[in-house]
Structure formats: structure tokens, C-alpha cells
């Protein structure tokens, strides 16, 4: 069987792929490894033989699609979240990953670790793959000829012994320090709802005016003087029935569908009139509605304002579902390949709107492959750059970093004149799948032999005493002074403390114990900006130990 495997790069990859999987599902107390598996089976399978190793340009590629998919996904969200209240909590977890930085290098120096050990310990304490790419390929670049394969294999090494405390001491943390808090996750959520931190969930109220002072008023008028966050669907007057528009005036008697948050269409309510039981938006004999994909690169990457529905074929969206959430169709809202879009126009154009927005599935599945590698080159190219550390030094974004920034960025853009830089969501999430198994099955077959010595005979429980010391330390910190300090809500301070451990098994465990969407929304805040920051802390930390 080993020499079957060792002759075949394919077979022993699908193999390790495999086990990882089925490995990964199990679990232990509400904690499974999850894809993370595939490295510790490629670990134990590269241990058995050293033959037993995947070409290096497995785990390159693999790096490349991972950080290039995360980027493009996380891009709008990043560099909104670096406004406001995510300015704040990005600066927290940069302070944290900077001081788990300067512990774990202070802890090098007096137990006389290596650089490539002390990284090693960072990334995975932190539990951050893209990280621990970082530091493969920096000593890919500065490692000595003859050094350079004990130097690709201790960073592979420390990670593995300091990943799975990584994980299970964070949840400790969440565990212990919400019963020690006494942590009232139900009345945060009620909290949340009346400060904005999570969206709201929309609903269809029909309205009749009965306001005789609104009499040949418009709804641009009254948008005008009260602000809603709402969208105006159907009008009513008389027998006839229209699309509310900002031109639309309004007469006594009329109903009117709304279409916002409760507490946004009861404040319509209040103002034009009274709730009707007749259900408006259910009559589709003249005014029809339908959800569409998009699909359509000339929709795909441009605001729903910039669309000019009315205008084309007399509609309007009222809503956007986007992965699992809804969202009310604001008019400056970027749409991207693969939302789902509920379009309400008159019954003969329905078919004309759902061509121009594509509404296409097969299409969801594709990939433009040309602006694919293009963004990907450019991220190699940015990679490439040296840029200059105090002292002298010099660090490189490399294969890890610069394809992450250039998605960061190109995914923040969404187009550039009639490049649209999104993917679908489907094929973004295969692609960034496919590429983290490739990653970590090609360092666990290449890292099993010298991980099996460390274990057995080397300094594998300092590295592993290290790791769950930094783990506990920077958890701990960051949920008090995130809850006792700054006074953030204990649910957005455990998807805080997620991200800053770019820890899905974390997340899972916070949603579990909230019950909110508050951990999601703290997750996504600082997950961009928490794995750009332990990228260069991975690589300063093997430049000062050097």
C-alpha cells in the first residue's frame, strides 16, 4: 500500500482528502475538527514513509485559491468595518495579535526556541492557516539551501502540536468566563434589535390612508420629511393598482404596501393612516412579483439605484437575499452574482426583468476564468513587493498575502468598468474549499516524518505548553476587556473573539451559546483584518528570532 501511494501524488492525495474528511466530522463534546482534520492525516500519513510526501505545488496552489477566495468574499465587509464601531474592534484584536506576537517571541528567547518554531506556535495557537503559509514561504525565500527543509517543516510542526488546544482553550474561555459573568445572552439580543447591530426581519404590511391632510402629497414627499428605511411596493386607488413610486400621490382611502422592519412600517403606519387586513401584495393580477438570481455581469457589481428599473421596465426590488439573510433593496445596495433579488413590476414585463438580471443558475456555477487569474497574478505580483521593517528588515506578503490583499481589494471594488470582480457565492465557497484541502494535505504528508520525531523525542511539550498558555492568555483578554472594558455586548464579543482566532469551530459554538446573530456580525467585523495582521505577526516573529 505505501508503495502504491508513494507512486501515485493523486491517489495518496484524495486519500488523505478522504480520511481528513470523515475524520473532521467527528465529535467530542459539540468540537470536531472540521477540514482542519486533513492536516492531521496527512501528518500521520507522511510519518509512516518519507515517500509519502505531495509535490509542493499542491499546497501552493491550494494557498493561493484559499487566500484569494477569502479576500474576495470579506472585501466589502472589511473595509466597511474599518468605519465606526469596526474601527474599534479591528484596533483590539491588531492590539491582541500583536501582544500574543511579542509573548510568544519573548517566550522563544528564554526557552531557546527557533523562529520557525516560535511561528509555527503563533499560528496555531491563533489557529490561522494563511499565517502558517506566510511563514513557509518567507523561509522559502531566506532560508539557507541546506537548511531549508528542517526550516519548512518546524513551522508545520509547532502549529500542529499548538492547533487542536488552539481551539478547545478559546471555547474554554467562552465557557467559563459567561458563567463566572452571569451573561444574559436573551436580553442582548432584545438589546441588539433597538441598536442596529443585526438586521431586523423584513415584513409586507398593507396600509390605508386615512390621513385627509396627505391628499395629493407624494411619497417622495413624506420620504423627504420622515426618513423611512422602508420600500413602497403596491398603490391602490380605487380599482386601479400601481407601483408606489416617489412621483405617487396619495388620496384618501388608498392602501399601500410597505415593506421594511416592524418597527419602521408601524412608524409609516402611524403617520399615513391605519393597518388594512387586505393583503395587497397577494393580488397579481396587474402587479406581479418573483425572485430572481443574478446572474447577469452587466447587473452584477452596480447599485440597484444605477439600475434604473422604474425607469426600464416600471419595477422595483423590494428585497435582497444574500447566502441566508434578507435585506430590504436600499437603493445605493451593490448587488453581487448569486443574491436573490424580489422584483415587483407589472405582469407582462416580469419576464423582460428576470432576462436582465440573468436569473440564470447554470451561470451561478461558472467561473470567469480570465478575470480569475488576472486578480490572482496581480495578488502574486503585490506578494512579490519587499516592504521595509523597522531595523532594516524586510518582509514580503508572498503567496499568502498578497493574493489576500488583492482580494480584499478587488472585492471591495466589485468592478472595474466591465470586469466584475465578485464570484458566484457557490463557486467562491467550492473554490476556497477545494484550495485549504490542498494546502493542508500537501504540508501534512510533507511535515509527518519530523512532526512523529517531535512528538517522541523532542521538545514537543514545550511547544505544546507555549501554545495553550498564548491561547488562554489572548481568549481571556480579549472577552474581558471586549465585555468589562470597552462594554460590548458578551455576544459580539465572542464572534469578536472568533475572529480573532479566524475560528469557525469558535463561531459555531458562540451562535450556539447566544443564540443571535450578534457573534456572526462581530465575526465578520475583525476576520479580514485579524488574518492580514497574523500574516506580517507570523513573519515578523521568524525575522526577530532569526
Same mark, same amino acid.
Given at each position: 500500500?505505501?508503495?502504491?501511494?508513494?507512486?501515485?501524488?493523486?491517489?495518496?492525495?484524495?486519500?488523505?482528502?478522504?480520511?481528513?474528511?470523515?475524520?473532521?466530522?467527528?465529535?467530542?463534546?459539540?468540537?470536531?475538527?472540521?477540514?482542519?482534520?486533513?492536516?492531521?492525516? !496527512?501528518?500521520?500519513?507522511?510519518?509512516?514513509?518519507?515517500?509519502?510526501?505531495?509535490?509542493?505545488?499542491?499546497?501552493?496552489? !491550494?494557498?493561493?485559491?484559499?487566500?484569494?477566495?477569502?479576500?474576495?468574499?470579506?472585501?466589502?465587509?472589511?473595509?466597511?468595518?474599518?468605519?465606526?464601531? !469596526?474601527?474599534?474592534?479591528? &484596533?483590539?484584536?491588531?492590539?491582541?495579535?500583536?501582544?500574543?506576537?511579542?509573548?510568544?517571541?519573548?517566550?522563544? =528567547?528564554?526557552?531557546?526556541?527557533?523562529?520557525?518554531?516560535?511561528?509555527?506556535?503563533? *499560528?496555531? /495557537?491563533?489557529?490561522?492557516?494563511?499565517?502558517?503559509?506566510?511563514?513557509?514561504?518567507?523561509?522559502?525565500?531566506?532560508?539557507?539551501?541546506?537548511?531549508?527543509?528542517?526550516?519548512?517543516?518546524?513551522?508545520?510542526?509547532?502549529?500542529?502540536?499548538?492547533?487542536?488546544?488552539?481551539?478547545?482553550?478559546?471555547?474554554? /474561555?467562552?465557557?467559563?468566563?459567561?458563567?463566572?459573568?452571569?451573561?444574559?445572552?436573551?436580553?442582548?439580543? @432584545?438589546?441588539?434589535?433597538?441598536?442596529?447591530?443585526?438586521?431586523?426581519?423584513?415584513? $409586507?404590511?398593507?396600509?390605508?390612508?386615512?390621513?385627509?391632510? &396627505?391628499?395629493?402629497?407624494?411619497?417622495?414627499?413624506?420620504?423627504?420629511?420622515?426618513?423611512?428605511?422602508?420600500?413602497?411596493? =403596491?398603490?391602490?386607488?380605487?380599482?386601479?393598482?400601481?407601483?408606489?413610486?416617489?412621483?405617487? @400621490? &396619495?388620496?384618501?382611502?388608498?392602501?399601500?404596501?410597505?415593506?421594511?422592519?416592524?418597527?419602521? *412600517?408601524?412608524?409609516?403606519?402611524?403617520?399615513?393612516?391605519?393597518?388594512?387586513?387586505e393583503p395587497l401584495f397577494q393580488d397579481r393580477r396587474v402587479i406581479d412579483f418573483r425572485r430572481v438570481f443574478v446572474s447577469s455581469p452587466d447587473v452584477a457589481g452596480k447599485t440597484i439605484r444605477d439600475l434604473m428599473l422604474p425607469q426600464r421596465f416600471g419595477a422595483i426590488l423590494t428585497?435582497?437575499?444574500?447566502?441566508?439573510?434578507?435585506?430590504?433593496?436600499?437603493?445605493?445596495?451593490?448587488?453581487?452574482?448569486?443574491? =436573490?433579488?424580489?422584483?415587483?413590476?407589472? /405582469? $407582462?414585463?416580469?419576464?423582460?426583468?428576470?432576462?436582465?438580471?440573468?436569473?440564470?443558475?447554470?451561470?451561478?456555477?461558472?467561473?470567469?476564468?480570465?478575470?480569475?487569474?488576472?486578480?490572482?497574478?496581480?495578488?502574486?505580483?503585490?506578494?512579490?513587493?519587499?516592504?521595509?521593517?523597522? !531595523?532594516?528588515?524586510?518582509?514580503?506578503?508572498?503567496?499568502?498575502?498578497?493574493?489576500?490583499?488583492?482580494?480584499?481589494?478587488?472585492?471591495?471594488?466589485?468592478?472595474?468598468?466591465?470586469?466584475?470582480?465578485?464570484?458566484?457565492?457557490?463557486?467562491?465557497?467550492?473554490?476556497?474549499?477545494?484550495?485549504?484541502?490542498?494546502?493542508?494535505?500537501?504540508?501534512?504528508?510533507?511535515?509527518?516524518? /519530523?512532526?512523529?520525531?517531535?512528538?517522541?523525542h523532542g521538545n514537543g511539550l514545550v511547544l505544546f505548553g507555549v501554545g495553550v498558555a498564548l491561547t488562554i492568555a489572548l481568549g481571556l483578554s480579549a472577552l474581558l476587556i471586549a465585555h468589562k472594558l470597552l462594554k460590548i455586548p458578551m455576544s459580539l464579543a465572542t464572534g469578536i473573539v472568533?475572529?480573532?482566532?479566524?475560528?469557525?469551530a469558535v463561531l459555531a459554538f458562540a451562535n450556539e451559546q447566544s443564540k443571535s446573530e450578534l457573534s456572526n456580525v462581530g465575526y465578520a467585523t475583525v476576520y479580514p483584518m485579524a488574518t492580514v495582521a497574523k500574516i506580517v505577526a507570523a513573519q515578523v516573529i521568524v525575522a526577530w528570532l532569526?
Amino acid at each position: 500500500m505505501v508503495d502504491l501511494l508513494a507512486s501515485s501524488p493523486f491517489l495518496l492525495l484524495m486519500t488523505v482528502a478522504g480520511l481528513g474528511f470523515l475524520l473532521g466530522k467527528l465529535q467530542a463534546g459539540g468540537f470536531g475538527l472540521g477540514v482542519a482534520a486533513v492536516l492531521f492525516v !496527512g501528518l500521520g500519513v507522511g510519518g509512516i514513509d518519507e515517500r509519502l510526501k505531495l509535490p509542493e505545488l499542491v499546497f501552493q496552489l !491550494g494557498l493561493i485559491l484559499f487566500v484569494y477566495t477569502v479576500g474576495l468574499s470579506s472585501g466589502p465587509g472589511f473595509f466597511g468595518a474599518l468605519r465606526a464601531r !469596526g474601527l474599534r474592534d479591528n &484596533l483590539l484584536v491588531v492590539t491582541l495579535i500583536a501582544s500574543g506576537a511579542a509573548l510568544v517571541t519573548a517566550a522563544g =528567547r528564554f526557552l531557546g526556541l527557533s523562529g520557525t518554531h516560535a511561528a509555527g506556535l503563533f *499560528t496555531g /495557537a491563533l489557529t490561522n492557516t494563511p499565517a502558517l503559509a506566510a511563514v513557509l514561504d518567507y523561509e522559502r525565500e531566506h532560508a539557507a539551501p541546506e537548511l531549508r527543509e528542517r526550516l519548512l517543516t518546524e513551522p508545520v510542526i509547532a502549529y500542529s502540536v499548538a492547533y487542536p488546544m488552539g481551539v478547545l482553550g478559546v471555547l474554554l /474561555a467562552i465557557f467559563v468566563l459567561q458563567r463566572v459573568l452571569r451573561t444574559d445572552y436573551a436580553a442582548e439580543a @432584545r438589546a441588539a434589535r433597538t441598536t442596529g447591530l443585526v438586521p431586523d426581519e423584513i415584513v $409586507d404590511v398593507t396600509v390605508r390612508v386615512t390621513r385627509t391632510e &396627505l391628499a395629493g402629497r407624494t411619497l417622495g414627499d413624506l420620504q423627504a420629511d420622515h426618513g423611512w428605511p422602508v420600500v413602497f411596493g =403596491r398603490h391602490r386607488h380605487g380599482d386601479e393598482v400601481t407601483l408606489a413610486v416617489r412621483g405617487t @400621490r &396619495l388620496a384618501e382611502g388608498d392602501l399601500l404596501t410597505v415593506i421594511g422592519s416592524k418597527e419602521h *412600517t408601524t412608524a409609516v403606519t402611524d403617520v399615513i393612516g391605519e393597518p388594512s387586513p387586505e393583503p395587497l401584495f397577494q393580488d397579481r393580477r396587474v402587479i406581479d412579483f418573483r425572485r430572481v438570481f443574478v446572474s447577469s455581469p452587466d447587473v452584477a457589481g452596480k447599485t440597484i439605484r444605477d439600475l434604473m428599473l422604474p425607469q426600464r421596465f416600471g419595477a422595483i426590488l423590494t428585497r435582497v437575499r444574500r447566502g441566508d439573510v434578507d435585506f430590504l433593496a436600499r437603493a445605493d445596495m451593490v448587488l453581487e452574482p448569486g443574491d =436573490r433579488v424580489r422584483v415587483v413590476a407589472p /405582469a $407582462d414585463r416580469i419576464k423582460d426583468v428576470s432576462a436582465f438580471f440573468g436569473d440564470s443558475m447554470k451561470a451561478l456555477s461558472e467561473i470567469d476564468v480570465g478575470v480569475f487569474g488576472l486578480g490572482v497574478a496581480l495578488g502574486l505580483l503585490l506578494g512579490m513587493v519587499p516592504l521595509p521593517l523597522p !531595523g532594516g528588515m524586510t518582509f514580503k506578503l508572498g503567496l499568502a498575502g498578497g493574493p489576500l490583499i488583492a482580494g480584499l481589494v478587488l472585492g471591495a471594488l466589485g468592478r472595474s468598468g466591465p470586469i466584475v470582480w465578485h464570484m458566484p457565492y457557490n463557486a467562491n465557497h467550492t473554490l476556497r474549499q477545494f484550495g485549504l484541502i490542498l494546502f493542508l494535505a500537501g504540508v501534512g504528508t510533507r511535515s509527518g516524518g /519530523a512532526f512523529t520525531k517531535t512528538l517522541l523525542h523532542g521538545n514537543g511539550l514545550v511547544l505544546f505548553g507555549v501554545g495553550v498558555a498564548l491561547t488562554i492568555a489572548l481568549g481571556l483578554s480579549a472577552l474581558l476587556i471586549a465585555h468589562k472594558l470597552l462594554k460590548i455586548p458578551m455576544s459580539l464579543a465572542t464572534g469578536i473573539v472568533a475572529g480573532l482566532f479566524t475560528q469557525p469551530a469558535v463561531l459555531a459554538f458562540a451562535n450556539e451559546q447566544s443564540k443571535s446573530e450578534l457573534s456572526n456580525v462581530g465575526y465578520a467585523t475583525v476576520y479580514p483584518m485579524a488574518t492580514v495582521a497574523k500574516i506580517v505577526a507570523a513573519q515578523v516573529i521568524v525575522a526577530w528570532l532569526r
